[in-house]
């Protein structure tokens, strides 16, 4: 059973994975972070800006970036980070990673990016959100599933749910992508998923309690050793009794 810990709310949550994480980069300030974007880590990398966690030594690598637009498009993934993570904290401009949407290349691209992460000696701990159909970065539930850094297709609700980057207007969401793989994500050393919400509740139970199957490709993370899933009380619903803190 993979490890549960709730929280009141969203906001409690960051506050104590922000005051985790800055706790581990005073320990081991060469550490590698695997990021997630979307809603869920918002609250998180504000607070490692306001905690001045010290990322002065770090790297970062992205799990996933669109496909057709270049980082300096305001709708980019790489934007997304500039504007809630990396313009907040002191991190250096050449630690951080980000798949590059407009690369002429982008299957070289994906191998360009495996072989960033094994020379930064892998990553060391990595954060994750989770889609409301289970997906993880752009792995999304399909009858196979990528292991390594890939090309991929997204899915109309994976479209849709970014919209907002992209002013509200879905014709102009990309309809391709790039993201790590489940086998790079799960050589991390260690792993916390983040959910928070009621339309995370079914995603997160059949993650935690469901087959494994690349149908929904969150169950992979039964396979790691260290995986610690942070909840609010509305994500963890549908797992029963917890002690929330
Ligand atoms: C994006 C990513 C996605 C999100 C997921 C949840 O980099 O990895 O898998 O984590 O789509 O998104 P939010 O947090 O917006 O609900």
Redesign the pocket.
Known sequence: MLKVTVFKDERTLARALATQIAATLNETPDLVLGL??????VRLYHDLGTLHADLSRATTF???EFLGIGPDHPGS?RAFMAHHLFSRVNIAPERIHVLNGAAPDPEGECGRYERAVAGAGGIGLQL????TNG????NEPARELAARTHRVVLKES?RR?NAALFGGDLSLVPREGLSMGMATILQARRIVLMATGKS?ARSVELAVRGPITTKLPASFLQLHPAVELMLDEAAAGLLGEHATF
Do not use: A, Q
């Open positions: 997630p974007t979307g809603r869920t880590p992205n799990l996933d993934y994750l959100g989770i889609g997906h993880i970065g752009f994976t749910s995370k």
